[in-house]
């Protein structure tokens, strides 16, 4: 054994009283192990301080903890889901609106948007109302919910080609959509609408995007997008409510289902007449209450389909 034999070896030393290279050796070996001890503390101490810089960071901002902890040693926390993915997000119930002054707008807000056409009628150039394509009050995701926009602005459009407030949004959808004039900027319905969003964005992060966000992106059809294959999904799937012409169903002076193309429809210029956006809405909303049943190709087809009838013209290219 090692012990016993330096315990000899000491004992040779006594007794010949002459030095041995071994004592260098030993002493080499004694300031390693020194060493070791305290290099092994410094290294313990060290690791104890590392998951207290994050944390600071990460409370501070979640939608910048990337960003801010870039130069940080990594910890084994996952991220939140809401910076990288877009996170899950539910609005509130109508039933929450709150009483009183700020109540009041809010519902107005809501009332704008779920009946335009009594709310914002000087506004409003043909038979739809905001809510016929952001269902559920603006609520539902897969169709534009405002919970989803509201914090996503001020940004740059490349409609326009320049940074849009949420209100230059919303009258946007007014112009076009609703193929009519938008409000007067800080005028009482833009207020209200503005109002209603926020109030349904209370607690979603901003500048996020969030999962639901806008109209699905679908892939791209087997084959290309066929107006006659288009009719029949129509036929089929459609007609019933919207009309074999398209052109809704009156009820007592107002349409229970809203016109799909014709006069009373969004205008050429609208989000809705371009085929990816109409097939995106229409995969994951229609027929009202069997979203998500149609066929990629058969969603494809109607929105062909639809999009080939004629409308209103773009207000942009009648002014020139
Ligand atoms: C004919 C269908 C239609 C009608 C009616 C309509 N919109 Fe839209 N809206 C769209 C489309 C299409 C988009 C673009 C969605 C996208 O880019 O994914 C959109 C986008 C929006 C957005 C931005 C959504 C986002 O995620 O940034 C807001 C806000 C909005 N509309 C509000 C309104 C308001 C307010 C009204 C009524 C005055 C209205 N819309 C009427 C089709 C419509
Ligand atoms: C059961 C009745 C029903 C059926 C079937 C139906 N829709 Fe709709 N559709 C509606 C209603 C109601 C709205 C308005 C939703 C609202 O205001 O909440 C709407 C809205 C729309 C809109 C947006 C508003 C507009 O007028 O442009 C489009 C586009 C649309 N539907 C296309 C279709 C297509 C395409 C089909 C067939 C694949 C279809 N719908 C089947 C009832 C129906």
Redesign the pocket.
Known sequence: MMSSWLKNWFQSQKQTRKFHPFWIVLVVMATLAVGGVVWVATYLFKVEEVPAVPAVASSAMPGEAGAQTGNLPATDKPAPLSVEHGGDFSPPDPEDIPEGEFGDVIRLGKNI?TD?QTYASAYVGNG???V???LDAGRKPDS?P?W??FG?FPAYRDKNKQVNSYED??AG??RF??NGKAPPLGGKEMIA?TSY?YWLAKGAPIGVALKG???PELKQPALAPDEVRGKGVFEANCAICHGADGQGTLVKGRYAFPPLWGGQS?NAG???SKIN?AAG?IQANMPLGQGGSLNLQDAWDVAKFMTSHGRPADPRLAKK
């Open positions: 948007f335009t739809l109302n905001c016929n394509c952001h534009a405002l989803a926009s996503m949004r919303l959808c007014f959509s609703m609408l969003s966000r806008g109209y969004f609208a989000g809705m956006n809405f």
